[in-house]
């Protein structure tokens, strides 16, 4: 049966944003692996890949707390994920296809007054 109210959308959205923290997570880790293997084996310089590996935890945590947001159908969840959403967009390819998704599917269906769908 299909889901024509839009509502699948929305809450495939909210998983989604906690896939994506789970892989940013994962992300920090593996980076965080690689700066210390190039301190140990090179001695290098690594403030880029420290600089990098605290985006990601910074992007991890806020795709779970908008996620908790949405969840809790808070007052709050629509703006929150908006500006997660073009935070997302940066980086190529899986948070720009999170961002279209939001923007022409999941933000027509929802009002900003707390992620719910809009009725009628």
């Known amino acids: 049966m299909a889901n024509t109210d839009g509502?699948?959308?929305a809450r495939g959205f909210t998983v989604l944003l906690c896939v994506a923290g789970f892989f940013f997570l994962l992300l920090a880790v593996a980076m965080h692996s690689i700066?210390?293997?190039i301190v140990r084996e090179e001695g290098g310089d690594v403030w880029?890949?420290?600089?990098?590996?605290n985006l990601e935890?910074?992007?991890a945590v806020?795709?779970?707390?908008v996620a908790t947001?949405?969840?809790l159908e808070s007052p709050?969840?629509?703006?929150?994920?908006?500006?997660?959403?073009?935070?997302?967009?940066?980086?190529f390819p899986f948070g720009t296809a999170l961002f279209?998704?939001?923007?022409?599917?999941?933000?027509?269906?929802?009002?900003?007054?707390?992620?719910?769908?809009?009725?009628?």
């Open 7 to 9: 509502v699948g959308h």
């Open 35 to 37: 700066a210390e293997q």
């Open 48 to 53: 880029a890949f420290e600089m990098v590996r």
């Open 57 to 59: 935890i910074i992007i």
């Open 62 to 65: 806020a795709c779970f707390v």
């Open 69 to 71: 947001l949405r969840s």
């Open 76 to 91: 709050v969840a629509g703006t929150a994920t908006a500006g997660l959403s073009i935070a997302l967009a940066l980086f």
């Open 100 to 120: 279209l998704w939001y923007v022409f599917k999941v933000r027509k269906i929802e009002s900003f007054g707390g992620g719910r769908p809009q009725q009628g």
